[in-house]
T-cell receptor
Framework: EAGVTQSPTHLIKTRGQQATLRCSPI?????VYWYQQALGLGLQFLLW???????NRGNFPPRFSGRQFPNYSSELNVNALELEDSALYLC?????????????FGSGTRLTVV | AQSVTQLGSHVSVSEGALVLLRCNYS??????LFWYVQYPNQGLQLLLKYTSAATLVKGINGFEAEFKKSETSFHLTKPSAHMSDAAEYFCAVTHAGNNRKLIWGLGTSLAVNP
């Protein structure tokens, strides 16, 4: 069974540009979560999608947005990139069940803004 | 509301020594608790989880954790550290409701000295 896949692995953008990050969940998982992991700041929750809808959003500006497609894959878009957006962006997926299943993470996309 | 506190952002042990990483939680409902490990430049991998069954949970790579309700703790231990255990460790909590969002600790960086 394929795990959570993220693409690209690395992305280098110039300040002011837009970045698009992609995530394919494990087959059968309907929930997708996006996290930002900047150096020294731990895991910062960005977005949660389930069944194609945004369920929850972290404390990030509107230039961070995303969507979930009918096949449950997801896309994270970051507009008007700033230098401090440089981070590892992690995607995770989970089953549509409450509580104790936990998440399965992808390997992340390393975004560097120069 | 739920929260997680990981005591000690950096822990250093000698190879072969006991590993003890501390996690305390706050929850008004019975919690589900998780430990994840993150190796450099990788995503997070589930080590073990507590979902209201046995209070002593065994995970991968020789790690285990004990749920202690009276102490609201879920500390992670390993009897003998190996160099390959050097990584970032995250504790997380959720509960058996419709909310599948995990609440994360800030992480503990484990260094293993030869």
């Amino acid at each position: 069974e394929a795990g959570v896949t993220q693409s690209p692995t690395h992305l280098i953008k110039t300040r002011g540009q837009q970045a698009t990050l992609r995530c394919s969940p494990i087959s059968g998982h309907t929930s997708v979560y996006w996290y930002q992991q900047a150096l020294g700041l731990g895991l910062q929750f960005l977005l949660w999608y389930d069944e194609g809808e945004e369920r929850n959003r972290g404390n990030f500006p509107p230039r961070f947005s995303g969507r979930q497609f009918p096949n449950y894959s997801s896309e994270l878009n970051v507009n008007a990139l700033e230098l401090e957006d440089s981070a590892l962006y992690l995607c995770a997926s989970s089953l549509n069940q409450p509580g104790g299943y936990g998440y399965t993470f992808g390997s992340g996309t390393r975004l560097t803004v120069v | 509301a739920q929260s997680v506190t990981q005591l000690g952002s950096h822990v250093s042990v000698s190879e072969g020594a006991l590993v003890l990483l501390r996690c305390n939680y706050s929850s008004s409902v019975p919690p589900y608790l998780f430990w994840y490990v993150q190796y450099p430049n990788q995503g997070l991998q589930l080590l073990l989880k507590y979902t209201s069954a046995a209070t002593l949970v065994k995970g991968i790579n020789g790690f285990e954790a004990e749920f202690k309700k009276s102490e609201t703790s879920f500390h992670l231990t390993k009897p003998s550290a190996h160099m390959s255990d050097a990584a970032e460790y995250f504790c997380a909590v959720t509960h058996a409701g419709n909310n599948r969002k995990l609440i994360w600790g800030l992480g503990t960086s484990l260094a293993v000295n030869p």
